[in-house]
């Protein structure tokens, strides 16, 4: 299969999955359990009944679900993802605002996964078996079933209240990321770690790393050159989707961390009922997260053999 060929059908598969991505966000605003007018004016008993038909008629709120969905749809089209109902600023601009703090959040979180991932899982296999695989098969489990919330909380009390290290909150710095670049990593380490040990295990026990082996090749050959390039297919789609989560905004984190990115924009949205803003978030954050794996799609074409050979494309 050419690479052409390929692009062309991740492509057109794309299309389906962002009209669903659509529907969906505009269905969290539209079967919100308050009307958003009366929430608007909530705080102003003078606001008359006719005031607030005509607020309705004007943002279109009176028309079908259908005829609101296609002139939604016709606004985003167009770059426009409306106002916000609190502070009638724009949400696009506030997003793409709100954005370089998540992808920076993101990068150094893809990174410290990358690296302690792989090499943790590189370790594991050069014992495996033996009690350090099994030491730090323990490990990468706790890793995984740690909350997040409650490793943020220990982070701040241990690190910043007891050691007096590191800032609670805030971004900017390099000190400021430390925590919470540790508590978005914690279960992608340990999904990494144990992919990587069951890929590579596998790999290692094929034949052609067994007639690699009979020919004198040694034993960081075989591994590095022969069987980890084979079984690094696996661990791109995870980080392909661990980077996707995080940029579709680590909500809980950068509430704790008081982070200004896009998941307490979206916070601050659901305490204020701020429909547009939700809307304009999931659609957001959504097309993002495909968008990152339609990448990871293309450069997994180039490390998987059985791809590009007509082979399956998962």
Known sequence: MTFLKYFRKRLLA??????????????????????PVDHMFADDETVTQELKDQVRRDLGLDKPLLLQYGDWLGRVLHGDLGESYLDRSDILGQILYRLPVTVQLAVSSLALTAFWGIVLGLVRVRFKGGWIDSLLGAAMVCLISLPGFWLAILLIYWLAETLRLLPTSGMGSFAQLVMPTIVLSCGSIGRISRMMRSSLGGELGKSYVVTARSMGASQNRVVFYEAL??????????????????????????KIFAIPGLGSYAIEAIGGRDYPVIQGYVLFTGTVYVIVNFLIDLICFFINPKTRLGGYTQ
């Open 14 to 35: 794309l299309i389906p999955v962002l009209l669903g991505i659509s529907l969906i966000a505009f269905t969290l605003g539209v079967l919100s359990p308050s009307d």
């Open 229 to 254: 390039p084979n079984a690094l297919n696996a661990i791109v789609v995870l980080l392909g989707s661990h980077l996707g989560s995080v940029l579709g905004g680590a909500t809980i984190v950068e």
